[in-house]
């Protein structure tokens, strides 16, 4: 998309609700408190037809010192250099205030195209803050409601020529590049190159395709610093203070030639020391991030060791069929490393059974110490996590296993492994017909998963394992 929109405001004025309203979804999370958004988050916006970027920002505040207040203010700076409009917003039931003022003349400082947005108007306690918003001199205020929709098609109107005037400089741009692009083509077709024109396999389409990798961990461990060193770039806000980080903040990334996206998530402590509720919806928030992710890397604080919950969410992860990269940061001013190396392997090898040889990472996401083996291994176990099995060699493997060691009996009969297959890849997942799909033993279920992760190299991501009746044909 050619047009960039951004939000910006005070703080508890609605930009993060009119952000969830124009991308459709509830991305961005809302709550009464103010300043609740930290970091600027971008996706893609849709209003009466019009698509465009955009990008939901920390609240403004007149703060340009180190504080989180300053910090966010930087945020938003940031956020609107990538801006080709911003959208003040102003709560129209309160009417302006002197923070409005000031936001609004550093705003036409800019020198770029801006609109009024007075949010809250659905009913007539808005009409004197609307009568109001004239004197910040940005032109007509766009009255709405973002929490209820109304108004939208006005500010469907005041964008439509701006989007559609990117979109058409995008356009006779892309006409060139695409002329560009064929006149090479050529030029290599002539000179005998193997081009590879339109021949593109299922793996090359899927590399097309961002890889999902969502980092999470315990508060404080340095999530946000490790996505700012990949990106080279202050996209998170960082810091001493424990839970900076609320809203999970998606970023697109390219590494080797992948295409990746990022997602920077909040920190995760006990379930019982969780009660402010904003900390609440911060982790509903960063296990969606979880669902939604192919790669989950978690982060964990070589200083304080491998603690009970770091093994909570891996093994959430897991469940959630995840491929997992351990991070182990802050390597760079740990001491007695071999014995920590040590504790924390055992650790996986007797709290984590179910996945084996998950890759255990050592790196300093502050100094961007072995961020390109962490890389390695994320993309390494990304395609494990996408194996597929051949079925023919899959049932002569069976075979072969059922040989050193059946199936125990059944009331004195053999239970007979029938057939087997991979179903579905991500995680890789196996069918088991069986003569008794009830009887079946876990024991002989969980010594087929660990021969199959040997035999076959799927170490590091889940296995799910279905186990079926197959049919009699006798039954009849």
């Known amino acids: ?88 917003v102003i709560d129209a039931r309160v009417g302006v205030t002197p923070m409005d003022r000031h936001f609004a003349d550093w705003i036409r400082r800019q020198k770029m195209p801006s609109a009024l947005i007075a949010n809250k108007c659905e009913n007539k306690a808005s009409i004197s803050g609307m009568y109001e918003a004239y004197e910040l001199g940005l032109g007509e205020p766009i009255a709405i409601s973002a929490e209820h929709g109304h108004g939208m098609d006005d500010l469907f109107t005041m964008l439509r020529p701006h989007v559609d005037k990117a979109d058409k400089e995008a356009s006779l741009l892309g006409e060139g590049e695409e002329q560009e692009n064929l006149e090479k083509y050529f030029e290599l077709y002539e000179e005998g190159a193997n081009t590879g024109f ?73 379930k019982a020391r969780i009660v402010d509720e904003i900390e609440k919806m911060a982790v509903v928030d960063t296990l969606r991030a979880i669902r939604l992710a192919q790669v989950v890397v978690i982060m964990i604080d070589a200083e304080r060791m491998f603690e009970k919950q770091d093994l909570v969410i891996a093994s959430h992860a897991i469940e959630e069929g995840r491929a997992v990269v351990i991070a182990v940061n802050k390597w760079d001013v740990v001491k007695h490393r071999d014995e920590i190396l040590e504790e924390i392997k055992y650790q996986l090898d007797t709290s984590l059974p179910q996945v084996r040889g998950i890759h255990v990472v050592t790196i300093s996401a502050l100094n961007g110490l072995r961020l390109d083996k962490l890389m390695q291994s994320i993309l390494t176990t990304y395609d494990l996590w996408n194996k597929r099995v051949p079925t023919g060699k899959l049932n002569r493997w069976l075979h072969a296993m059922e040989e050193k060691n059946p199936a125990p009996l059944v ?16 995680p890789p997942t196996f069918g088991l017909w069986v003569g008794r799909a009830g009887d079946y033993a876990e024991t002989h279920r969980r010594y087929l998963i660990n021969n199959l992760r040997r035999d076959f190299d799927i170490p590091a991501t889940p296995i799910r394992f279905i186990v079926k009746a197959s049919k009699n044909p006798y039954v009849d």
């Open 1 to 88: 998309m050619a047009f960039t929109v951004a939000i910006i405001g005070r703080p508890n004025v609605g930009k993060s609700t009119l952000f969830n309203r124009l991308v459709g979804k509830k991305l961005a999370l809302v709550h009464d408190t103010p300043g609740l958004t930290r970091d600027w988050r971008e996706a893609d916006g849709h209003l009466l037809g019009l698509d465009f970027n955009v990008i939901d920002t920390a609240g403004l505040e007149e703060s340009f010192d180190a504080s989180i207040q300053g910090r966010m203010r930087r945020q938003t700076e940031q956020a609107l250099a990538r801006a080709d409009i911003a959208l003040l």
């Open 411 to 426: 009331h004195g009969r053999p239970n007979r492994l029938r057939y087997m297959t991979q179903i579905k890849a991500r």
């Open 198 to 270: 339109g021949d593109q396999d299922d793996t090359e389409e899927d590399k097309n395709n961002p890889v999902k990798i969502a980092i999470v961990g315990r508060p404080n461990v340095g999530k946000s610093t490790l996505l700012n060193t990949m990106l080279g770039e202050e996209r998170s806000m960082t810091g001493p203070e424990a839970g900076i980080t609320r809203d999970a903040v998606h970023v697109d990334w390219e590494y080797a030639g992948r295409k990746l996206r990022l997602v920077d998530t909040a920190g995760l402590r006990r």
